[in-house]
């Protein structure tokens, strides 16, 4: 059986050097919380909040490192639950996407585009998708270690990616992973 990680992101949230210096202030430096299953992708232990239509919500969580563009990943509940009509889109596809406001311990942000509801990927090495005979933006199949099968799940390939698929917590709920991680899943190519 051919095997992935199936890891379940939570709500977060990528920053601009332009946004971590309104929101944290000049010359701020992100801190590890913990390293993520992406080279080069930690938490931070730093944490913001935003504003949407229908209120607040604490605890978005930074990931870095810094990016070219604020994205900011919600569940379809979440987005929901804030009002924002968030589409479900691929990470770094945030063209006219809504916006919000972000809110860090030295000041506030509005961004006018960059909230999403991640579809659920798996990342891949190019040798991984040789071995499954998989190209950069084609959709498979995961099973999970229980069961439970994830249909239209895209495939992003990078020779530096380490096999792992990521899905949302209203993915993970209804697959019955919770939060965290299921150790393996079976790629259907």
Do not use: W
Request: with cysteine; hydrophobic share 40%; aromatic share 4%.
């Amino acid at each position: 059986m051919n095997t992935c990680l199936i890891e379940t992101s939570g709500r977060h949230v990528h920053l601009t050097q332009q946004a971590l210096d309104a929101l944290f202030g000049e010359g701020y430096v992100l801190r590890e919380l913990k390293r993520l299953s992406q080279p080069g992708e930690f938490a931070c232990v730093e944490k913001i909040a935003m504003v949407g239509p229908s209120g607040l919500m604490k605890e978005l969580r930074v990931i870095a490192p810094l990016r070219d563009y604020v994205q900011v990943e919600l569940s379809a509940s979440e987005a929901q639950a804030m009002g924002i009509d968030a589409p479900l889109r691929e990470s770094g596809d945030v063209a006219g996407t809504p916006g919000c406001k972000l809110i860090g311990p030295k000041g506030e942000l509005n961004v006018e585009q960059g909230c999403i509801v991640s579809c659920r990927h798996v990342h891949m090495s190019t040798a991984d998708a040789a071995h499954y005979g998989v190209a950069d933006r084609d959709k498979v199949k995961v099973k999970s270690c229980d069961g439970y099968v994830f249909e239209d799940v895209l495939v992003r390939v990078k020779d530096s990616f380490v096999l792992a698929m990521h899905i949302d917590v209203d993915d993970a709920k209804a697959a019955g992973i919770g939060r965290g991680v299921c150790p393996a899943g079976e790629i259907i190519a």
